[in-house]
């Protein structure tokens, strides 16, 4: 099976690879597997607490040539995007844009998957911030 | 003996005319070779569908057929019977090959419960076990359980680090020291999945015999239970078969 140009490039010149530091409370972490392959991704975003806006989004994948670009894609996407905005992107937009085949389609979901897990991360660290500066401040 | 009952359809032995059950290789009767069986690979053993299968009576069930089959015995009989003998002989091969073996035998019980893996409908049992075993097949790999998720994808960044340090190959005393604690860090990451794969195999016998033993819930909530710790069993046979390449063990 053939890879599209766009994921060929995604897949050669990767954006956004890295890591970040995973402990800091701007920053939500999502590892997510796929079932179908045993695939892992992990992508970790940075959001200013101001604005919510991501800032910088970075991703490391272990995976076939379609997850690597939809990771990539994904970060791309997600990168400048508010966490609200950041959600509505759907697997199948990721499938669209790389042309990815049916048995591809799991590679895109694991994208979509990793972008809600990272953003889960991050309000629940922030949630449970609240959370506990509001305990302190009932007190 | 089938595994229902009533598709026990009697049939009349082509030679002799003594009707006889279905599933036999020879004529009770006559003792003449019949067309090939149906029922499933533990009916050709005479055997009841069983995961703690009497491996002891298998073994001496497929002998005394291999005997039976033996294409000197055929050697003057009609062409419609070399044709079965050489069937009979490819299905019995099968069947052994199948059910001597633990995760096999489970697989098959799954499958024709219809709790297989699904992914290779319409190809024979043996071709299907093979293209699983031929694992480097992405699409054929398996899940990855959520809770080793974690452990997984160290994994992978040890191997990748390896490789790099590998192909750079600038190995000087500093980083000789890097790379024995790398090995380190990756026999352990071995013997911790061949652990985990130990307790599949503790849990797989339990759940083998929940499925000889239980009425017909309990059973199948163990091929549930099968289908899953099977997964979670090849997943962590493919790790560790990844780790030990790349320490080229
Ligand atoms: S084949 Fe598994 S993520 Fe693409
Ligand atoms: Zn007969």
Redesign the interface.
């Known amino acids: 099976m053939a890879y599209s140009d766009k994921v060929v490039d995604h897949y050669n010149n990767p954006r956004n690879v890295g890591t970040l530091d995973k402990s800091s409370t701007e920053v939500g972490t999502g ?10 991704m ?1 992508l970790q975003i940075r959001v200013n607490p101001e604005t919510q806006v991501i800032e910088e989004a970075k991703f ?1 994948t ?1 995976g ?1 040539g379609s997850a690597i670009a939809s990771s990539s894609l994904a970060t791309e996407w997600i990168k400048g995007r508010t966490v609200e905005d950041a959600l509505a992107i759907k697997n199948t937009d990721i499938v669209k844009e790389l042309s990815l085949p049916p ?1 591809k389609i799991h590679c895109s979901v694991l994208a979509e998957d990793a972008i809600r897990a990272a953003i889960g991360d991050w309000k629940k660290k922030n949630g449970a911030a609240e959370a506990a500066a509001a305990a302190a401040s009932a007190q | 003996m089938l595994k229902d009952a009533d598709s026990a359809v009697p049939v009349a032995c082509w030679s002799c005319s003594v009707q006889h059950d279905e599933v036999t290789m020879f004529c009770p009767h006559c003792g003449k070779i019949q067309p090939p069986p149906g029922g499933d690979y533990f009916s050709v053993f005479g055997m009841e569908p069983r995961l703690n299968l009497d491996l002891a009576a298998l073994e001496g069930e497929f002998h005394r057929l291999s005997r039976r089959l033996h294409p000197d015995r055929f050697a003057r009989a009609t062409e419609c019977e070399r044709e079965w003998s050489l069937a009979d002989t490819a299905l019995l091969n099968d069947a052994y090959r199948t059910l001597k073996d633990g995760l096999r035998r489970t697989e098959y019980v799954l499958t024709l419960h219809g709790a297989g893996n699904g992914t290779h409908i319409g190809s024979g049992f043996e071709t299907q076990i093979a293209e699983e075993q031929n694992g480097k097949e ?2 054929n ?4 359980p ?1 809770d080793l ?2 452990e ?2 160290d994994l ?2 040890q191997l ?1 680090e390896m490789r790099l340090r590998r192909q750079s190959g600038n190995v000087d005393r500093q980083s000789g020291k890097v790379n024995r604690e790398l090995i380190e860090d990756l026999r352990a990451a071995k013997r911790k999945f061949e652990t985990l794969r130990e307790e599949v195999d503790r849990d797989l016998r339990g759940a083998w015999n929940d499925w000889d033993g239980g009425a017909a819930d309990t059973r199948r909530r163990a091929q549930t239970n099968l289908r899953t710790l099977l997964d979670r069993r090849r ?1 962590l046979s ?1 790790l560790v078969r990844d780790v030990s390449e790349a320490l080229g063990e």
């Open positions: 590892l997510v597997g796929a079932p179908e392959c045993g695939d892992v992990r490391k272990f076939c048995v | 992405r699409q790999a398996s899940r990855a959520a998720l974690e997984v994808f992978n960044m990748e997943y493919n």
